[in-house]
């Protein structure tokens, strides 16, 4: 059973930083696209940032580019993503993707398994 379970949300001030974490069950030795999204209350669900297995070919969404960095523990079996310069709109439940393969896309149903969220709710 795949299990990926996200830590690290939590309540901030605009301008700071959080680091998120995702622990992942799957034996990610193999070519995984890992990913991750967000959704705010009354809005879908949207890509952030992709990673393939290996800490490879780093893809961003426009909105956070610059701000956030995706990358990955292969010791720990962890995918971070390391949130700087935090806006109000940024405020949302964030949630950790995987799939298999090699071509990483922010596309939400390309991804398989999916952990249950942590909130993120940054105030101005």
Known sequence: QVQLVE??????????????????????????????????????????????????????ADAVKGRFTISQDKDKNTVYLQMNMLKPEDTAMYYCAARRGWDCRLVINDYIYWGQGTQVTVSS
Request: charged share 15%.
């Open 7 to 60: 830590s690290g949300g939590g309540s901030v001030q605009a301008g700071e930083s959080l680091r998120l974490s995702c622990e992942v069950s799957i034996d990610t030795s193999g070519n995984y696209c890992m990913g991750w999204f967000r959704q705010s209350p009354g809005a879908e669900r949207e890509g952030l940032a992709t990673i393939l297995t290996g800490g490879r070919f780093p893809t961003y």
